[in-house]
């Protein structure tokens, strides 16, 4: 194992990267700057080249302790191995697929997570575990893009604060409709059992491994049957991929974007689709090919998109989907975005700081730190 360097003559530092609405400072506020020095940045740097990448490491190089918002800023060996300083990597979340947690360990970097419960030394009313996917804000907030998009909410808001108009279009009922999800994790059967219970939609699922065994068994996992679907049928029915996208009237997506996921939607899905369809994903921007999905949405082929992920995030100035008056006019599908929120409540971002805090806390007491992994 490598010895990382240390320094007797100064006090550790901390970097608290990628708070954007700065909610961290008060989490941190009981720790004396004699014990701790903090810098706390709101703006991401974006590796996407040496110069960008030479900047990040410039930024983290004075560094003992980093701590981190899930995937914002993604830590491979790459970067692990130029930050000498660096002892304790902060994350958050559930999913480290964005950290080299091997690398880490080959480095003798101390890896922990924040898995949204609180603090263990203070008593207070337990927070969700967002591990169960109805709980996750993830699954409000997939819906709340669903309803927009179907409801012209963003549309007809913009008609009656920029004009003197009225109604923009008419919105389309969920009922009976046909809900595909690509990719029934526990996300994805979270918005699955709201489209069954709340609206009466049929769902299609797919991915590449799922069975109607496994999907009969997430039904019951979210305390239905597996065998009331509409007329009868199937609760969570498992379709050909192709299928999914020609019959789903709604198409949403909760798949873990890797290798072999990148650009699982693509022209092909996308043509599939139906002219009256929905588009929307809430998981990660890469598993859609942006340009197929730029070029669908454009000609308007289907009747909207919403997106609340992005391939580069934060999204730069000029981006395609920053256009103002562009989308939803001159024949063009209407789209909505979010600035990456599913998971950014209130609860959880502040769940997350307070157990990084208590992690911080613990590390400059020399105690053994929480939720290690690595």
Same mark, same amino acid.
């Given at each position: 194992?490598?010895?990382?360097?240390?320094?007797?003559?100064?006090?550790?530092?901390?970097?608290?990267?990628?708070?954007?609405?700065?909610?961290?400072?008060?989490?941190?506020?009981?720790?004396?700057?004699?014990?701790?020095?903090?810098?706390?940045?709101? $703006?991401?740097?974006?590796?996407?080249?040496?110069?960008?990448?030479?900047? +990040?490491?410039?930024?983290?190089?004075?560094?003992?302790?980093?701590?981190?918002?899930?995937?914002?800023?993604?830590?491979?060996?790459?970067?692990?191995?130029? +930050?000498?300083?660096?002892? +304790?990597?902060?994350?958050?979340?559930?999913?480290?697929?964005?950290?080299?947690?091997?690398?880490?360990?080959?480095?003798?970097?101390?890896?922990?997570?924040?898995?949204?419960?609180?603090?263990?030394?203070?008593?207070?009313?337990?927070?969700?575990?967002?591990?169960?996917?109805?709980?996750?804000?993830?699954?409000?907030?997939?819906?709340?893009?669903?309803?927009?998009?179907?409801?012209?909410?963003?549309? $007809?808001?913009?008609?009656?604060?920029?004009?003197?108009?009225?109604?923009?279009?008419?919105?389309?009922?969920?009922?009976?409709?046909?809900? !595909?999800?690509?990719?029934?994790?526990?996300?994805?059967?979270?918005?699955?059992?709201?489209?069954?219970?709340?609206? !009466?939609?049929?769902?299609?699922?797919?991915?590449?491994?799922?069975?109607?065994?496994?999907?009969?068994?997430?039904?019951?996992?979210?305390?239905?049957?597996?065998?009331?679907?509409?007329?009868?049928?199937?609760?969570?029915?498992?379709?050909?991929?192709?299928?999914?996208?020609?019959?789903?009237?709604?198409?949403?997506?909760?798949?873990?974007?890797?290798?072999?996921?990148?650009?699982?939607?693509?022209?092909?899905?996308?043509?599939?689709?139906?002219?009256?369809?929905?588009?929307?994903?809430?998981?990660?921007?890469?598993?859609?090919?942006?340009?197929?999905?730029?070029?669908?949405?454009?000609?308007?082929?289907?009747?909207?998109?919403?997106?609340?992920?992005?391939?580069?995030?934060?999204?730069?100035? !000029?981006?395609?989907?920053?256009?103002?008056?562009?989308?939803?006019?001159?024949?063009?599908?209407?789209?909505?975005?979010?600035?990456?929120?599913?998971?950014? $409540?209130?609860? +959880?971002?502040?769940?997350?700081?307070?157990?990084?805090?208590?992690?911080?806390?613990?590390?400059?007491?020399?105690?053994?730190?929480?939720?290690?992994?690595?």
């Amino acid at each position: 194992m490598a010895t990382r360097s240390t320094s007797q003559v100064r006090r550790p530092a901390l970097a608290i990267l990628d708070d954007y609405l700065d909610t961290s400072a008060p989490h941190f506020a009981d720790i004396p700057p004699s014990q701790l020095e903090i810098t706390m940045f709101k $703006d991401t740097i974006v590796p996407s080249d040496a110069a960008e990448t030479a900047r +990040l490491v410039e930024r983290l190089r004075p560094f003992d302790m980093i701590s981190t918002i899930r995937e914002r800023t993604a830590f491979p060996g790459s970067l692990l191995r130029q +930050l000498p300083n660096l002892k +304790l990597l902060l994350a958050t979340g559930t999913q480290f697929e964005m950290f080299d947690l091997k690398a880490a360990q080959e480095l003798g970097i101390t890896v922990v997570a924040a898995p949204g419960l609180g603090r263990t030394d203070q008593s207070g009313a337990n927070r969700p575990n967002i591990k169960k996917g109805s709980m996750h804000p993830t699954t409000q907030h997939t819906w709340a893009l669903i309803l927009a998009l179907a409801r012209n909410i963003a549309a $007809d808001d913009a008609v009656l604060k920029n004009s003197t108009g009225w109604q923009s279009r008419l919105a389309i009922g969920l009922p009976g409709s046909t809900l !595909g999800v690509v990719g029934l994790g526990r996300l994805g059967a979270a918005v699955a059992r709201v489209a069954h219970l709340a609206w !009466g939609m049929e769902v299609v699922c797919w991915s590449e491994n799922l069975t109607q065994k496994k999907a009969d068994e997430t039904a019951v996992s979210v305390g239905l049957s597996p065998d009331s679907g509409i007329g009868g049928g199937k609760t969570f029915q498992v379709v050909q991929k192709q299928q999914l996208f020609r019959t789903a009237h709604v198409v949403s997506l909760h798949y873990v974007l890797s290798d072999r996921s990148r650009g699982i939607v693509g022209s092909e899905e996308l043509a599939q689709m139906k002219r009256s369809s929905i588009l929307v994903n809430s998981s990660r921007g890469p598993l859609i090919d942006q340009d197929a999905l730029i070029k669908t949405l454009e000609n308007g082929r289907i009747r909207g998109a919403a997106l609340d992920v992005f391939d580069v995030e934060p999204l730069p100035a !000029g981006s395609p989907w920053r256009r103002s008056n562009y989308w939803g006019v001159d024949g063009r599908s209407v789209v909505l975005t979010t600035p990456h929120m599913g998971y950014v $409540d209130d609860g +959880l971002m502040n769940a997350w700081y307070a157990e990084t805090a208590e992690n911080v806390e613990r590390w400059l007491r020399g105690q053994e730190v929480l939720h290690r992994l690595a």
